[in-house]
């Protein structure tokens, strides 16, 4: 099984940047796909961004829109969101999912975090 871990999120201003964080457990992340899905207050989870652990492909939605970056550092074993020029629609709660394909970690994930709180003021 894999355990992931969100930290990172926080309350900002609008126009600030936030870098999130997501943890596997161990070294199990080398057979997934690593994704980030928001659900804002009162809606469905979304697909942002996802990252290959062992290739380090990389794959955005239009909820990105250019103002978002996935990585992974292989040495710390972790997985970023970097979110720049944030708006109050960014807003919710951000969960790190994990998928042994491209379909499921966009989608339904295998594993996932418990989330961190993400709220952007105006």
């Known amino acids: 099984q894999v355990q992931l871990v969100e930290s990172g999120g926080g309350l900002v201003h609008a126009g600030v940047s936030l870098q999130l964080t997501c943890a596997p457990s161990?070294?199990?992340?080398?057979?997934?796909?690593i994704g980030w899905h928001p659900q804002a207050p009162g809606k469905v989870r979304e697909f942002v961004a996802f990252?290959?652990?062992?290739?380090?492909?990389?794959y955005y939605s239009d909820f990105a829109n250019g103002r978002f970056i996935v990585s992974r550092d292989i040495a710390k074993n972790l997985v970023y969101l970097q979110m720049d020029n944030l708006v109050p629609e960014d807003t919710g709660v951000y969960y790190c999912?994990?998928?042994?394909?491209?379909?499921?970690?966009?989608?339904?994930?295998?594993?996932w975090g418990q989330g961190t709180q993400v709220t952007v003021s105006s």
């Open positions: 999912a994990a998928g042994i394909n491209s379909a499921r970690v966009m989608g339904a994930g295998d594993y």
């Open positions: 161990g070294r199990t992340a080398t057979h997934y796909a």
């Open positions: 990252v290959s652990w062992a290739g380090g492909t990389t």
